[in-house]
């Protein structure tokens, strides 16, 4: 399997990205486990999803403390994204937010994105069996 994370494997669409974050979106699935939190856009996708990183400033005032977790995270979701695509169904968007106030090993966060990915593709099995379903 293709490793690398690519131009296309990237969210950029300002779109998808507010329906990510909507209060009120009817296909979003959201998990949380400690430091990380994750909106996907439920939907059936033959491509790879797309994925976006975000750290919040109001917890890293500095750039670089910002770019170093970033890139943590990018490549923690990069070495393990084959978790998700195992899986029969599997999300169209992905947001990864970091939510902690410190900056945590790359172990602990490869750690906790292993778990999220698994996590993220039981429950896409699930909400696609479920739209099947009302069908």
């Known amino acids: ?11 950029k669409s300002k779109k998808v990205i507010d329906q990510l974050f ?4 009817k296909d979003i699935l959201a ?14 996708s033959t491509a790879l ?4 990183v975000s ?8 750039a670089v403390d910002r ?10 979701y990069r070495l393990h994204k084959e ?6 169904q599997w999300p169209a968007s992905i947001a990864i937010v970091y ?6 090993p790359f172990a602990d966060i490869e750690k906790k994105m292993k778990f999220m990915l698994k996590q993220l593709g039981k429950a896409s099995n699930s909400a696609s069996a479920s739209l099947t379903k009302e069908e």
């Not at 399997?1 to 969210?11: A, F, I, P």
């Not at 909507?22 to 979106?25: L, P, T």
């Not at 998990?31 to 059936?44: I, Q, R």
């Open 99 to 104: 939510v902690a106030k410190d900056i945590l």
């Open 31 to 44: 998990l949380f486990s400690y430091p990380l939190k994750v909106n996907a856009l439920a939907g059936a």
């Open 49 to 52: 999803p797309q994925v976006m």
């Open 83 to 88: 978790i998700l695509l195992t899986n029969d």
């Open 67 to 76: 770019n170093l977790l970033k890139r943590r995270l990018r490549e923690a």
């Open 22 to 25: 909507a209060r009120n979106g």
């Open 55 to 62: 750290v919040s400033k109001r917890n890293f005032k500095r």
């Open 1 to 11: 399997m293709d490793q690398r994370l690519r131009k296309t494997e990237r969210l």
